[in-house]
């Protein structure tokens, strides 16, 4: 081997121990199957699964295999969703069930994703973590032998003793927040260390994001109630309408807490193009926490819930209770409530059902229920033609009713909607033509039904009703937090630069001080040969430039450029 193929050999090797530990990302290296019997295998499997290129490869599964619960109606989040796309699709519908496409999120092969991407994070990021603090606790490497060979390099000659430049350059490098220190003939400076901090926050914060989001399936609940104004509300199982929870949620893990709906208010564009469009939706309750707290009035608005530790009270939907009065034929009262009727669109045209269940006897004294299908417009205007508002504000409330008796089917055992009317066992009340009994009635109307079967009344009074989502995800303050570290840790892994600088002072043949300076980064960058130059520029000013042996004595120095050996 020659000379110059010796020399460059020992440049490498040099090079190589300067940048070395500029990061704490595992080499990845093309391994081959082991044949060292199980263990060796275990170690073997281990080594991929631990490296980055799996880890990718496992958040792009998961990813993938998240697709499908958003195309797919799930069972744990609308199960009227997912029985209806069974009905509709006979084929495909068995072929889901096998795969668990109904319920990917709690699948056996969306689980085992999660669980090895969990793993292979872990495995990741703890033998990095103790290479980062090896790497603070210990120091920067020292110069290499030569530093003309760096990509950032310059040099200039000084009347400066060796020590002084050294001590100048040491300095200098810790003031510009440089972990330094002499090493040698040279100062050992390094910088940059929040890029491999902001590296490893970003991916421990992927761990307490997959912690957080699987605590939140596990745990959460999450249930609507409906609300006339003037109900109350304890958060107990049974005053929910409708409820959901995780795999492993308790009843006893409900917050204690309790609220009263005193009033709701909506208010709406009166003209322009905006005409009926929501202004505000406010909620004005009084609550309190546990069984015996003080009682605190707030007002919950749209996207601004009502926050008691872990649960959230949202405002979802609203709608209209017209107070109705039911009566038998010898005028006794047998029904009066305000009954929620359901938004069929913008301008709150909505629709429901009376149920009138206990307490009634038609004229014969026949025990029997009634049914009334109720239809009802906040603003209704006779000009339009059709029986639909014209505006979501109680300007010209209408009701519209058509009844019916017999039996509603509520002691069946089956469970049946509250706004909807069972009228397989119920006949319809006729008027004198032979007609379907119905009636328009303003507010103060009654309907007379025939026979002296009764009345129903359109009272006066028109309240209105709240929807209210009181949501409890205890792992959503942990994973909002691990979002933000996410964010910050990523970048700063992409924006801080992990950078270090070498200052050699030596005294020259003919007693002159030569000064080399040198920078070397992960990868080509500007901002190296610039702050090399900063450096340099200032270090200079400090150790003036001598003249070469060649140059005349009246010459002025020349400054250093940056990135250039001189």
């Known amino acids: 081997m020659s000379t110059t193929e010796t020399d460059k050999s020992q440049d490498q090797e040099d090079l190589g121990a300067a940048g070395s530990q500029l990061s704490t990302a595992p080499q990845e290296e093309i391994s081959t199957p082991p044949s060292l019997g199980v263990i060796g295998w275990v170690r073997w499997f281990w080594r991929q699964l631990t490296s980055m290129r799996v880890a990718l490869l496992l958040l792009l599964l998961l990813s993938l295999a998240a697709i499908p619960g958003s195309l797919i109606p799930q069972t744990g989040a609308d199960a009227g969703k997912a029985e209806d796309f069974r009905a509709a699709h006979k084929t495909l519908a068995p072929v ?6 109904f319920h990917v999120y709690s699948s056996v092969w969306f689980s085992a994703i999660y669980i090895l991407l969990f793993v ?12 980062f603090v090896g790497q603070l606790r210990g120091r920067p490497p020292g110069a290499p032998k030569r530093l003309t060979r760096l990509p950032a390099y310059t040099t200039w000659r000084t009347q400066a ?8 350059a040491l ?14 003939d040279a100062v050992a400076a390094e910088k940059g260390y929040l890029r ?22 596990l745990y959460k609940s999450d249930g609507t109630k409906l609300m006339v104004e003037g109900d109350g509300f304890s958060n107990a199982l049974p005053m929910y309408d409708d409820f959901k929870s995780g795999s492993l949620f308790q009843n006893d893990d409900l917050v204690p807490f309790s609220f009263d709906l005193k009033d709701f208010e909506g208010t709406y564009e009166l003209t322009g193009p905006n005409k009926g469009t929501p202004r505000t939706f406010e909620a004005r309750i009084r609550y309190s926490e546990g069984a015996y707290g003080k009682g605190r009035t707030t007002t919950v608005k749209v996207n601004e819930p009502l926050k008691i530790d872990d649960a959230k009270v949202y405002l979802v939907s609203h709608g209209y209770a017209p107070v109705v009065t039911v009566r038998d034929g010898k005028g006794r009262v047998v029904y009066q409530d305000a009954v929620p009727l359901l938004p069929l669109d913008g301008n709150v045209t909505s629709n429901g059902v009376v149920k009138v269940m206990d307490g009634y006897r038609d004229a014969k004294g026949k025990k029997e229920q009634l049914g009334f299908q109720a239809f009802f417009v906040p603003t209704f205007d006779a000009r339009s033609g059709t029986m639909l508002s014209q505006f979501p504000a109680l300007l010209n ?3 519209a009713v058509n009844a019916y008796h017999g039996d509603l089917g509520v002691n069946s055992g089956i469970p049946q909607s509250v706004y909807q009317l069972d009228k397989s066992h119920m006949k319809a009340f006729k008027d004198g033509k032979g007609q379907l009994l119905k009636k328009l009635l303003k507010p103060g109307d009654t309907l007379t039904l025939p026979n002296g079967a009764g009345s129903i009344t359109f009272e006066k009074d028109v309240k209105e009703w709240a929807g209210f989502e009181i949501v409890q995800e205890p792992g959503s303050g942990w994973a909002l937090g691990g979002a933000l570290a996410a964010i910050f840790g990523l970048a700063a892994s992409l924006f801080i630069q992990r950078r270090r600088v070498w200052v050699r002072a030596v005294r020259g043949a003919d007693g002159v001080t030569v000064v080399e300076m040198a920078g070397l980064g992960r990868s080509e960058s500007a901002k190296v040969p610039e702050e090399l130059g900063d450096l340099a520029g200032i270090l200079y000013d400090q ?13 002025s120095p020349v400054v250093p450029a940056e990135g250039a050996e001189k």
């Open 397 to 399: 409330p209408l009701l």
């Open 161 to 168: 003793d060796p020590e002084q430049v050294r001590e100048a």
């Open 171 to 184: 300095a200098l490098l810790k003031k510009r927040r440089f972990r330094a220190h002499l090493a040698g």
């Open 543 to 555: 150790a003036p430039g001598a003249p070469d042996p060649d140059d005349d004595a009246s010459e």
């Open 196 to 217: 491999e901090l902001g590296n490893l926050v970003f991916h421990i914060a992927l761990i307490v994001l997959l912690v957080a989001f699987a605590t939140g399936q």
């Open 120 to 131: 292979s994070l872990i495995g990741c990021i703890v033998p990095r973590t103790w290479q």
């Open 96 to 101: 889901y069930d096998k795969l668990g496409l």
